[in-house]
Nanobody, 120 residues
Framework: QVRLVESGGGLLQAGGSLRLSCAAS????????MGWYRQAPGNQRELVAS????????EYANSVKGRCTISRHNANNTVYLQMSSLKPEDTAVYYC?????????????WGQGTQVTVSS
């Protein structure tokens, strides 16, 4: 069984910053690509940022480039998202996703989501 738990959301001011964390727990062999997605009301879920297992490869949505950094700590299977210069349009539920390898199985798992609300 694999579980992803996000933390760090809340009500924030425009221009401020946030740091989200997501920890994977359970029994598994490897945690491969990890990423953050977000979904605003009435919108589809979209990629915010992703990071490879060795942290050498990262990808960012155009809307967050230059003000967002994704990182991970493999020793505790945790991925982080740091975002600055927050805008009201960053308001969304933020979800963590991880590609996890178990014995005879490899698939994506999702966290339950954490609400981020940016007030102007």
């Amino acid at each position: 069984q694999v579980r992803l738990v996000e933390s760090g959301g809340g009500l924030l001011q425009a221009g401020g910053s946030l740091r989200l964390s997501c920890a994977a727990s359970g029994t598994f062999l490897n945690v491969n690509v990890m990423g953050w997605y977000r979904q605003a009301p009435g919108n589809q879920r979209e990629l915010v940022a992703s990071i490879s297992k060795d942290s050498r490869s990262t990808e960012y949505a155009n809307s967050v480039k230059g003000r967002c950094t994704i990182s991970r700590h493999n020793a505790n299977n945790t991925v982080y998202l740091q975002m600055s210069s927050l805008k009201p349009e960053d308001t969304a539920v933020y979800y963590c996703k991880a590609n996890v390898e178990r014995w005879g199985d490899r698939r994506d798992y999702w966290g339950q989501g954490t609400q981020v609300t940016v007030s102007s």
